[in-house]
């Protein structure tokens, strides 16, 4: 079975885009997603976890497992970008 994991959805997003962990992010990388897709409003993955993490930041909640996890997958993704 071959899986496009550089599928795009009604607005353009990838699974990338809606990818929630750094984990999940590693294999669909690694199956070929390409991290450099925009979406209909011209987005990256890395710039739509990028602007969930601000919409969280008045939420002062380090500890809330989600908010780490984004996180973590911003600063993967960051790194990925060179």
Known sequence: TIIDVNARDG???TPLHHCDDVNS???LIQ???NFRLQNV???TALAVKEEELKEGDDEDDD???DR???KELV???KS???
Request: aromatic letters at 4%; glycine letters at 16%.
């Open 80 to 82: 990925i970008q060179c």
């Open 11 to 13: 607005d353009g997003d």
């Open 41 to 43: 409003e011209g987005l």
């Open 31 to 33: 199956g070929g997603a």
């Open 25 to 27: 992010a590693k294999l």
């Open 68 to 70: 780490v996890k984004l």
């Open 63 to 65: 500890e809330d497992e």
């Open 75 to 77: 600063e993967y993704l």
